[in-house]
């Protein structure tokens, strides 16, 4: 009969008969045992010790089951089947500590750990020193928002390609997650610049603050970026074509004037005030409605001028451009300020160099 057999024997026998707490007291002196001499054991010794735990644990009280979890989980050479056990216990207390620190977790149990076990389980394995694409592909895809934003936050983290589009999704509305997720200074270029280009102002100047050595590159290339989908996007848009279709008929009736223009903006139609501007303004379309998407209002307030609109109009535009998140009075006070201060004539200079500029790079391009 072998050692590991003789010790597992000899202690099933005398704790058959002994209560709980006495089978806590021999659970501590085993792991003092093994804590002490951890760093000389062979793999025997250490198979050994892996039964025994696995025998006193057995039926034990949470309190000694989390007491032994503390103790093994900062021990690289700790039982690997006793680790397993502890970290897939249902109790965090217990499973927590392995999770989060026991470098003897092979990365197979920590993918089915987080696979199929609770947030709370989760979210301890984001703490981890290590943490392979593997393991963060399911962190990121079965995750609730505490999970995500805390492996995003965890600088040894590594993410698949997969990995960071299920981050770069879940960041859309989310500004603390989409900052960490683009503070990674690994994070892959093209979804660095897919991040920004979804992101809030406030979002953007913190990113870019977090990789200045590439601040020019990066505003041009987002800048690039959100042309090249703002224009396939209105390429492709039915609801373009029908607007589009709808203001050239107007037009070619006479009838297409300031009044259509606040009212398709009070009825929060998009696309058809879009169309609009761009047809009195004669800029192409793609042109106004980048002035309509970004966050500074001087190219949309500069079209409106240079139109020869009013203030109720404009108005109008700003608040639909604002969408849901609304513009504060003051917000409009100012902008109220800054279109009074234009004037047309000026206005109507930007737009002409603006449209001889389109059609230069049109002319260059065929």
Same mark, same amino acid.
Request: glycine share 4%.
């Given at each position: 009969?072998?050692?590991? !057999?003789?010790?597992?024997?000899?202690?099933?026998?005398?704790?058959?008969?002994?209560?709980?707490?006495?089978?806590?007291?021999?659970?501590?002196?085993?792991?003092?045992?093994?804590?002490?001499?951890?760093?000389?054991?062979?793999?025997?010794?250490? /198979?050994?010790?892996?039964?025994?735990?696995? !025998?006193?644990?057995?039926?034990?009280?949470?309190?000694?089951?989390?007491?032994?979890?503390?103790?093994?989980?900062?021990?690289?050479?700790?039982?690997?089947?006793?680790?397993?056990?502890?970290?897939?216990?249902?109790?965090?207390?217990?499973?927590?500590?392995?999770?989060?620190?026991?470098?003897?977790?092979?990365?197979?149990?920590?993918?089915?750990?987080?696979?199929? #076990?609770?947030?709370?389980?989760?979210?301890?394995?984001?703490?981890?020193?290590?943490?392979?694409?593997?393991?963060?592909?399911?962190?990121?895809?079965?995750?609730?928002?505490?999970?995500?934003?805390?492996?995003?936050?965890?600088?040894?983290?590594?993410?698949?390609?997969?990995?960071?589009?299920?981050?770069?999704?879940?960041?859309?509305?989310?500004?603390?997650? /989409?900052?960490?997720?683009?503070?990674?200074?690994?994070?892959?270029?093209?979804?660095?610049? #897919?991040?920004?280009?979804?992101a809030s102002k406030a979002v953007?100047?913190?990113?870019?603050?977090?990789?200045?050595?590439?601040?020019?590159?990066? #505003?041009?290339?987002? /800048?690039?970026?959100?042309t090249e989908i703002q224009t396939k996007?209105?390429?492709?848009?039915?609801?373009?074509?029908?607007?589009?279709?709808?203001?050239?008929?107007?037009?070619?009736?006479?009838?297409?004037?300031?009044?259509?223009?606040?009212?398709?903006?009070?009825?929060?139609?998009?696309?058809?005030?879009?169309?609009?501007?761009?047809?009195?303004?004669?800029?192409?379309?793609?042109?106004?409605?980048?002035?309509?998407?970004?966050?500074?209002?001087?190219?949309?307030?500069?079209?409106? #001028?240079?139109?020869?609109?009013?203030?109720?109009?404009?108005?109008?535009?700003?608040?639909?451009?604002?969408?849901?998140?609304?513009?504060?009075?003051?917000?409009?006070?100012?902008?109220?300020?800054?279109?009074?201060?234009?004037?047309?004539?000026?206005?109507?200079?930007?737009?002409?160099?603006?449209?001889?500029?389109?059609?230069?790079?049109?002319?260059?391009?065929?």
């Open positions: 009969m072998t050692v590991q !057999h003789n010790i597992i024997n000899e202690l099933e026998e005398a704790l058959s008969k002994q209560s709980t707490e006495r089978r806590a007291k021999v659970l501590r002196r085993v792991t003092d045992l093994f804590i002490f001499g951890s760093s000389h054991f062979s793999d025997d010794h250490v /198979a050994v010790f892996d039964g025994v735990f696995n !025998h006193l644990i057995a039926d034990i009280e949470l309190s000694a089951r989390a007491a032994l979890a503390s103790r093994l989980a900062s021990i690289p050479t700790a039982p690997r089947k006793v680790i397993r056990t502890l970290a897939f216990d249902d109790m965090i207390e217990v499973a927590g500590p392995v999770l989060a620190q026991s470098e003897a977790l092979d990365n197979v149990s920590l993918v089915e750990n987080a696979s199929t #076990k609770s947030q709370q389980h989760l979210l301890a394995i984001t703490r981890r020193k290590v943490l392979p694409e593997t393991v963060t592909d399911v962190l990121v895809e079965r995750g609730n928002r505490e999970v995500a934003l805390n492996v995003a936050k965890n600088a040894s983290a590594k993410f698949s390609e997969v990995g960071y589009v299920r981050l770069i999704k879940r960041s859309d509305g989310d500004e603390e997650l /989409a900052r960490s997720v683009g503070a990674r200074p690994e994070i892959p270029r093209h979804h660095f610049l #897919k991040l920004l280009t979804t953007r100047l913190a990113l870019e603050a977090a990789h200045p050595e590439h601040a020019s590159e990066i #505003k041009r290339a987002v /800048a690039e970026a959100a996007a209105a390429a492709t848009s039915r609801n373009y074509a029908a607007a589009q279709a709808l203001i050239e008929a107007m037009r070619t009736l006479g009838r297409l004037g300031e009044t259509d223009v606040e009212a398709f903006a009070r009825a929060r139609k998009f696309e058809e005030t879009t169309a609009a501007l761009a047809a009195l303004s004669g800029l192409p379309i793609d042109l106004i409605e980048r002035a309509m998407v970004q966050d500074r209002e001087e190219a949309i307030l500069i079209a409106i #001028k240079a139109i020869g609109l009013s203030w109720p109009t404009a108005r109008a535009v700003l608040l639909l451009r604002a969408g849901q998140r609304g513009m504060s009075s003051h917000a409009l006070e100012q902008s109220l300020v800054a279109f009074n201060r234009l004037k047309r004539e000026t206005a109507q200079e930007v737009i002409e160099i603006q449209c001889k500029r389109q059609k230069a790079t049109s002319s260059s391009a065929d």
